[in-house]
């Protein structure tokens, strides 16, 4: 009698499901589910609030976040509502991005891919916040796939998603598709990725016109705005690999974390390894193209835009993630131990980073308890925290980042004039000249506001 056993494995496409199911559940875990709203995170979801009115809204934003958010905050103001939505979508996101990648090749190096991205902090951090990175990201890693399968449906959609989220990423991320498609004399897909790049750069300029005073206003606001210019960031990039969020405004980066470090240097190794690997098969070609593309995503945030948040190099680490993933399969025992370590470290910074501005914003929240009971009527609150009071409160805002001015701002005082209470509030800065003999109310934590009534 013979005994015949079979082995079973599973599909990379159910692993991949599986990887997305993980990353449902591993951003329940972390401790961002029940944190508080951020500075940029309300001024996108003020967009389109039913509660709050929009917060200033500065010239390089775009319109991707806001419709992301739109079906929630126009319903409801309960934040964890909307971090419940924004864990959905994105691990849907990741599944039908790297799901592309599927038809290109049907194997485990796809999942794995998927998996590393998912496992990285950043993912972790940023998967249930409103910000445009991760779609960035995932839209990036599909439109890099439906190249390569020649969808032009697909790789539109893909370009739409990216341009309305950040259109000069989309830009950067055209160029070298652009350059593959049209040397591979596929024109319907260079069609494809112009008219996507359209949509959002359309939609953008007729904004431009309409709230900045024409293109080149808002262009040359944006890049004001940004710090944009001939500059080196890869010092603060690498002080900045286990946060704080954002390099800017005075933020101690701190000292280079050693650990992170080696890892950051170990992802362009590994990237460059699983390209050897590859070199004599079918899949080397997609791996160069998605390495080319990381290569120039990544490099306006090193050498133009002259400060630093972790959150700019998700793209160049989600496309990267394939050919590392190559190199992690290439060798197992090598890759094994990789991955684990992979997770184990990121899974750590993720949650002693989101834990600690957990706290931050709890403390912000209890603020804003403490100021709903002195808001009767319309009210602008201006100051620190501007936004994210003012999406809390419902009230009209005007955010600063470092210091007050010695006079008020003329929006500010445009409300005042037409009726609304101006509160302002800090924490660590002092309060305008002007505002020494208005009423003063101490906050949680080190939070105060002074108010002033109508004129």
């Known amino acids: 009698m013979v005994i015949v056993r079979r082995e079973v494995t599973a599909s990379p496409a159910v692993l991949l499901a599986g990887v997305a199911a993980l990353y449902f559940t591993a951003q329940l875990l972390v401790p961002t589910l029940g944190m508080g709203i951020g500075w940029d995170e309300a001024v996108y979801a003020s967009q389109y609030a039913a509660h ?9 934003r775009a319109q991707g976040v806001p419709l992301l958010v739109a079906p929630i905050v126009a319903i409801t103001d309960e934040v964890v509502v909307l971090r419940i939505w924004l864990t959905l979508v994105s691990s849907v996101a990741l599944f039908g991005a790297f799901a592309v990648w599927l038809r290109v090749r049907n194997h485990w190096v796809v999942p794995l891919a998927a998996l590393l991205l998912a496992g990285c ?12 990175n991760l779609y960035v990201a995932l839209g990036a ?14 790789l539109g959609a893909s370009m739409v998603l990216v341009s309305l989220m950040r259109p000069t990423d989309a830009l950067v991320l055209a160029a070298p598709l652009v350059a593959y498609a049209l040397w591979q004399r596929r024109f319907r897909e260079t069609a494809a990725l112009a008219a996507g790049l359209a949509v959002g750069w359309g939609q953008w300029a007729v904004e431009a016109v309409a709230r900045f005073g024409g293109v080149a ?13 001939l500059t080196s960031t890869l010092g603060d990039q690498a002080r900045a690999l286990d946060g ?11 000292g280079v974390p050693p650990v992170l470090l080696v890892w950051w240097i170990a992802i362009p ?9 590859a070199r004599r098969t079918e899949w080397f070609r997609p791996l160069v193209l998605t390495t080319a593309t990381a290569v120039a995503m990544a490099l306006p945030y090193f050498f133009y835009v002259d400060y630093a948040a972790p959150r700019f190099l998700l793209p160049a680490y989600a496309l990267l993630a394939l050919p590392v993933a190559t190199a992690a399969l290439h060798a197992p025992r090598l890759g094994l131990a990789g991955v684990t370590a ?3 470290l990121q899974t750590v910074v993720a949650v002693g980073l989101s834990s600690g501005v957990r706290a931050d914003r709890d403390v912000m929240n209890a603020a804003a308890e403490e100021l709903r009971p002195r808001i009767d009527g319309p009210c602008v609150i201006y100051g620190q925290g501007g936004a994210q009071l003012g999406y809390l409160l419902g009230c009209e805002s005007q955010a600063i980042a470092q210091r007050f001015g010695d006079t008020m701002p003329r929006r500010v005082e445009g409300f005042r004039e037409r009726g609304h209470d101006v509160i302002v509030t800090h924490r660590g ?12 109310q101490d906050l949680a934590g080190p939070w105060r506001a002074r108010f002033g009534a109508t004129p």
């Open 217 to 229: 206003e808002r262009l040359g606001a944006a890049g004001e705005h940004n710090d944009t210019g």
């Open 52 to 60: 709050a009115p929009p917060a200033v809204y500065s010239a390089p």
């Open 244 to 254: 704080p969020a954002l390099c800017r405004f005075g933020v101690e980066c701190g």
């Open 141 to 154: 890693v599909a439109a890099t796939g439906f190249l390569l399968t020649g969808s032009p449906l697909g």
């Open 269 to 277: 190794l590994a990237a460059g390894a699983g390209l050897w690997a």
């Open 429 to 440: 800065v002092r309060p305008p000249a002007y505002t020494d003999g208005w009423d003063r």
């Open 342 to 344: 992979h997770l184990v």
């Open 121 to 132: 902090w950043l993912s972790l951090f940023y998967g249930n916040q409103a910000m445009p």
